[in-house]
């Protein structure tokens, strides 16, 4: 696990800000199956577009890492503490997509990764590039951020089988002390969601509209039945913008109540909407929303049903982010069946590398590494996933679909 480029600098980070030296050490976990593959055409393309950005001056100096099967095999575990421990120093790291043992230990490595370093925010960017095939008639109305709050909901780990001790143990006290009606024999599971989790994810949601030029933050619930988890995420994301972004936020009530509908420049709209009708928009009328703010369970829904409206999780980038670490992943899984084949289509990892440029403010590297490969799409020479759905693509390798996307720069 040596460093690839000895010459690196650690990045840093104090007091809410991360300081990025040109030359930053960063993680790199290549992950199973097709990781490997995707991996080395978004190494590719990342260097080729920081070295055109900055002509030299700026330089990617990646730290190789090992997580999942190769790490197993290395060192009897999924998840080696020297890895965690590296990115605790790293602060940023980029990864293939990673295995779920099969049986006992780790439920999902990602989820292991976000509850140990508390990367409270999964933030997907979901938009179209043109020439993806899609089954929507206007695509590119679509442009949103899903921010999902990644720790809490149904998502904490917190249940037990059918029939367990604990289960049991649990269904007593719910019939006994609460009165609940639940089943003798029932599998169980909590629901924690908390003030704080509640707020730091929507929080992270608005400042990213403020600092990205964003006009509305909509926060998505099921609140109208779960009143006291969802409904109170709702609740409690309007009292801390309220109390902390008085002069940059109005609500949708204030928007008409108090300007009259008409929206005043320089602020941006706070509102909720239920999730079930939320899939609706955003089939209908999707150009309406911007960034959203979700819960765990939600969240997972939604972005994965957003990138299925612009072309599939294939392009879909992704990041698990919280306070000091942060960890840009592809979104898809591990698909052995093509593992080492140079098949599939990098681009998730790519778009999810052009994030993490975006997010060391390195933006003229990622606006370079977007646009090229908005131009190889539409050269309509691409891999096998998206030549299949086009009347005259071409299918390339994974390897060479990068290789284009560097020419393209």
Not at 24 to 50: F, H, N, R, Y
Request: charged share 25%; with cysteine; proline share 6%.
């Amino acid at each position: 696990m040596s460093a690839e480029n000895p010459q690196g600098e650690y990045i840093t980070f104090s007091e809410g800000e991360y300081q990025i030296p040109d030359r930053p050490l960063i993680g790199a976990l290549p992950g199973d199956g097709i990781g490997p593959d995707i991996w080395s055409a978004t190494k590719m393309v990342l260097e080729a577009a920081v070295a055109k950005a900055y002509a030299g001056k700026r330089k990617i100096c990646w730290q190789p890492l090992t997580a999942g099967e190769a790490a197993f095999k290395e060192s009897g575990s999924y998840l080696p503490e020297a890895t965690l421990a590296a990115i605790e120093k790293l602060k940023i790291a980029i990864k293939g997509p990673l295995a779920t043992p099969i049986g006992g230990g780790i439920r999902s490595l990602n989820v292991a990764l976000r509850h140990h370093f508390d990367l409270y925010a999964c933030i997907r960017p979901v938009r179209y590039y043109e020439g993806v095939p899609n089954p929507m008639k206007r695509p590119g109305d679509l442009d949103v951020v899903i921010f999902r709050e990644n720790t809490e909901d149904v998502y904490a780990g917190l249940e037990w089988a059918a029939g367990s001790e604990e289960a049991e143990a649990l269904g007593d006290y719910l019939r006994d002390k609460l009165k609940a009606k639940v089943r003798p024999g029932s599998a169980l599971g909590i629901k924690p969601m908390s003030p704080e989790g509640s707020k730091r994810l929507i929080r992270a949601a608005i400042q990213y509209a403020i600092d990205n030029d964003r006009k509305m933050v909509t926060m998505v619930h099921k609140g109208n039945i779960m009143k006291f988890t969802e409904g109170a995420f709702r609740q409690w994301g309007y009292e801390m913008a309220k109390a902390e972004f008085a002069d940059k936020i109005i609500t949708e009530e204030e928007l008409v109540t108090k300007y009259e509908g008409e929206w005043p420049p320089g602020k941006i709209i706070l509102n909720d909407r239920i999730a079930d009708a939320m899939f609706q928009q955003l089939l209908l009328r999707p150009d309406e929303y911007d960034v959203l703010a979700t819960p765990n369970l939600n969240g997972d829904y939604l972005s994965d049903a957003c990138a299925a409206q612009v072309g599939g999780l294939g392009i879909a980038p992704g990041a698990n982010v919280g306070d000091g670490i942060a960890i840009f992943e592809a979104t898809h899984g591990t698909a052995p069946k093509y593992a080492g084949l140079d098949k599939v289509n990098p681009g998730s990892l790519i778009l999810s590398g052009k994030m993490m440029l975006d997010f060391m403010g390195w933006r003229k590297a990622g606006a370079l590494v977007e646009k090229a490969l908005q131009a190889t799409i539409l050269g309509r020479r691409v891999t096998y996933d998206l030549a299949r759905q086009m009347n005259d693509g071409e299918e390339v390798r994974c390897s060479t679909f990068g290789e284009l996307i560097v020419a393209a720069m």
